[in-house]
């Protein structure tokens, strides 16, 4: 069965320090990997995706993603953190087949503090 | 911001009435689908649609049903609303094929007192 796992539920980082939030996945065949950002009352916003290539996907916000097959890993990164980077992220894997259908992950919170 | 609509986007209420969330898209997308976002923020697949007089029901049962009449337009009815129906709801959709990422609508928050 596919499933995406984000182990932290929250991540806190002080501003201009690094941040990761992680994410694992199951997938058969090869995986089609996605980053989302929820703000507050608001929808999802697509960060960026690993489909195939290069495993270091970089995305919008400063954000980069790198995707490691053997971990099953595809974690959330950005050199420096922004208090407005503080948000809900969510890992999601594309199901196999032509429905277009995403696993999501439960969500990680991340606080970025000042 | 992708060109994703939903109205309303707040809405309170009572028990028994019948609504309607309205979510239209102006891409050109076929596939189409709805979220529930429960209160710990995990994200349900209730509906999808590949696309004109197809829809499928998703991942978690929902007593709401849903109509894909035209490309752009993806609604969601609840016919008798109750308090267990209070989440938020998110629409997305997306391009056929591998690679195309899901584009979100900003949502519905739903409250059924």
């Known amino acids: 069965a596919q499933s995406v796992a984000q182990p932290e539920d929250q991540v806190n980082v002080a501003e201009g320090n690094p941040l990761t939030v992680k994410c694992t996945y199951s997938v058969s065949g090869n995986p089609y990997l996605f980053w989302y950002v929820q703000y507050p009352n608001r929808g999802l916003q697509f960060l960026l995706k690993?489909?195939?290539?290069?495993?270091l996907v970089k995305g919008s916000y400063g954000f980069e993603a790198e995707f490691n097959k053997s971990q099953t890993s595809f974690h959330l990164k950005k050199p420096s953190a922004l208090v407005s980077d503080s948000a809900l992220y969510f890992c999601a894997v594309r199901v196999s087949g032509n429905t277009g259908k995403l696993i999501f992950g439960q969500g990680t919170t991340l606080q970025v503090k000042p | 911001e992708a060109d994703i609509y939903q109205t309303p986007r707040y809405l309170v209420i009572g028990t028994g009435k019948k609504i309607t969330l309205e979510c239209s898209q102006t891409m050109g997308h076929d596939k189409m689908y709805w979220y529930q976002q429960d209160p710990g923020m995990e994200l349900h697949l209730i509906h999808y649609?590949?696309?004109?007089?197809?829809?499928e029901k998703g991942d978690l049962s929902s007593e709401s049903t849903v109509s894909r009449i035209r490309t752009e337009h993806f609604p969601l009815t609840l016919e008798s609303a109750r308090p267990s129906h209070t989440s938020q709801y998110l629409c997305?959709?997306?391009?056929?094929?591998?690679?195309?990422?899901?584009?979100f609508g900003p949502g519905t928050r739903l409250t059924v007192t």
């Open positions: 997305a959709s997306n391009l056929a094929g591998l690679s195309y990422e899901q584009y």
């Open positions: 690993y489909i195939t290539g290069d495993n």
């Open positions: 649609s590949y696309g004109v007089n197809s829809t």
